[in-house]
């Protein structure tokens, strides 16, 4: 029953422009890296694709007001490969636009739901994953101490290593950025 309301709450809370990190810690934390990284993959890539759908049949007009001129020179890319390019952004952890704004960006490229899910199912992967992983450190680590000291949790190999693959994706995001998404 926990999981079904914590699918729920995700799919919900991304639905209402939450960000991702907090729940992704979280059910690294309730379920493990493993459950964790799926029940959050399924229900934020639902919660994405909600908004999304949300945002294109309502807010349609609006957002391509609000942002086409941002990002006209992406349209025609996006447009002639938008499973690609979306998973691309996708994986790179959405180039730092914010969470709710990575999922109602796609409006103005006209991504189908498709490939808007399954980019999205694709691409989260890596980074939850990692997530993940810190929550459930974090329980092992609270689980196992004696006493909690920040130092000692940081250092501890269950929070550097994924912390260290975080900064690797970082780093690759960045690569990603400047090699297909600027001119």
């Given at each position: 029953i926990?999981?079904?309301?914590?699918?729920?709450?995700?799919?919900?809370?991304?639905?209402l422009?939450?960000?991702?990190?907090?729940?992704?810690?979280?059910?690294?934390?309730?379920?493990?890296?493993w459950?964790?990284?799926l029940?959050?993959?399924?229900?934020?890539?639902?919660g994405?694709l909600?908004l999304?759908?949300?945002g294109?049949?309502?807010?349609s007009?609006?957002?391509?007001?609000?942002?086409?001129?941002?990002?006209?020179?992406?349209?025609?890319?996006?447009?002639?490969?938008?499973?690609?390019y979306?998973l691309?952004?996708?994986?790179?952890?959405?180039?730092g636009?914010?969470?709710?704004?990575?999922?109602?960006?796609?409006?103005?490229?006209k991504?189908k739901n498709?490939?808007y899910?399954?980019?999205?199912?694709?691409?989260?992967?890596p980074?939850?994953?990692?997530?993940?992983?810190i929550?459930?450190?974090?329980?092992?680590?609270?689980?196992?101490?004696d006493?909690?000291?920040?130092?000692?949790?940081?250092?501890?190999?269950?929070?550097?290593?994924?912390i260290?693959i975080?900064?690797?994706?970082?780093?690759?995001?960045?690569?990603?950025k400047?090699k297909?998404?600027?001119?």
């Open positions: 926990n999981l079904v309301i914590f699918f729920i709450f995700s799919a919900l809370w991304v639905m422009l939450g960000f991702g990190s907090p729940i992704l810690i979280l059910s690294g934390i309730v379920f493990g890296k459950i964790g990284t029940i959050s993959l399924i229900s934020i890539s639902i994405s909600c999304y759908i949300i294109n049949y309502f807010f007009e609006l957002i391509n007001k609000i942002l086409k001129n941002k990002f006209t020179k992406f349209i025609e890319r996006f447009q002639n490969n938008e499973f690609y979306f691309a952004f996708r994986a790179a952890g959405g180039l636009i914010p969470f709710g704004l990575q999922n109602l960006l796609p409006v103005i490229f991504i498709h490939n899910f399954l980019a999205s199912f694709f691409g989260f992967i980074h939850f994953f990692i997530w993940n992983a929550g459930a450190g974090i329980n092992n680590f609270i689980k196992e101490a006493e909690f000291s920040m130092l000692n949790l940081i250092m501890s190999k269950e929070i550097y290593v994924p260290l975080f900064m690797i994706f970082f780093a690759f995001s960045l690569l990603i400047k297909f998404f600027n001119d």
